[in-house]
């Protein structure tokens, strides 16, 4: 073999070698892209439930507005527009997220605090399963796998509106993997 078919050969497997790292780290990026996609997807949804529910409690006032009397109807509007009376929906959303990992959305535009999901028994599962508060529109990720035990996959979630205010529950049924 000769020098220059040395060097030839050097060149075509360096260039071999660039093109492989630059495959890898592509690949890398495009996963991180397509998780966000995937978080970002998900953000959407609960805030899509969390308005739908917010749709219905709307529709029910609407309903008790036109069955309460007009003689009443200035004392309503007046409890209505305190805080005291102010009607809250759950703010959750439960979706899967990958392999046995799902993620719990808070997509109400308040912060939540003292947030803690009571699992099903007879699962495996790894926390932590207590935040001190979860930011508006944002998610947290837990694992969760079923066994042929598991009697059921409704999981209960606890919180509060205020650091200080009254313990409010909401239950759900984990959705299957996709």
Aim: net charge negative; glycine share 6%.
């Amino acid at each position: 073999m000769d020098l220059a078919s040395v060097l030839i050969s050097g060149g075509a497997l360096l260039v071999a070698i660039l093109a492989a790292t630059f495959s890898g780290i592509s690949l890398c990026y495009g996963r991180g892209q397509r998780d966000a996609a995937i978080r970002q997807a998900t953000a959407a949804e609960a805030q899509t439930v969390y308005m739908g529910r917010q749709l219905e409690v709307m529709e029910s006032e609407l309903e008790f507005t036109h069955e309460v009397p007009a003689s009443s109807a200035p004392a309503f509007i007046e409890l209505a527009t305190s805080g005291s009376a102010r009607t809250r929906v759950p703010p959750w959303s439960l979706a899967h997220y990958r392999g046995d990992t799902f993620t719990l959305t808070n997509g109400s535009d308040e912060t939540v605090y003292a947030v803690q999901i009571e699992m099903p028994e007879h699962t495996i599962h790894r926390g932590p399963y207590r935040w001190e508060s979860i930011d508006p529109h944002a998610g947290e990720t837990f694992l969760l796998a079923f066994s042929m035990a598991s009697s059921s996959r409704k999981v209960t979630i606890t919180w509060r509106w205020a650091p200080d205010g009254d313990v409010q529950s909401w239950s759900s049924t984990v959705p299957p993997k996709r």
